[in-house]
Nanobody, 115 residues
């Protein structure tokens, strides 16, 4: 098992930046993958970005070129740098970890982008 704690959300104006952090309770080195997802009110949860154990990254088309996922294995932390934020990026952002035994979610952090 693993516990995930997200932080870094908040209120920002359109065009601004935020960096989200996801701290894991155990080493992330051997996790199959980790990722960021988001859920806006009335919408389904959607993939934002993922990173695999060999640092392969994948992004939703809507965030390509604006968001960057990265990992610090020494700190057991995954980050999501979000630049050029748009009002449509407003959502609760969740961190997810995929292990051989299952998947785990954090509690989420709210990101609100004002126009």
């Amino acid at each position: 098992q693993v516990q995930l704690v997200e932080s870094g959300g908040g209120l920002v104006q359109a065009g601004g930046s935020l960096r989200l952090s996801c701290a894991a309770s155990r080493s992330i080195l051997r996790m199959i993958g980790m990722g960021w997802y988001r859920q806006a009110p009335g919408k389904q949860r959607e993939l934002v970005a993922t990173t695999s154990s060999d640092s392969y990254t994948n992004y939703a088309d809507s965030v390509k070129g604006r968001f960057t996922i990265s990992r610090d294995n020494a700190k057991n932390t995954v980050y999501l740098q979000m630049n050029s934020l748009k009002p449509e990026d407003t959502a609760v952002y969740y961190c997810k970890a995929n292990l051989l035994g299952g998947s785990y979610w954090g509690q989420g952090t709210q990101v609100t982008v004002s126009s």
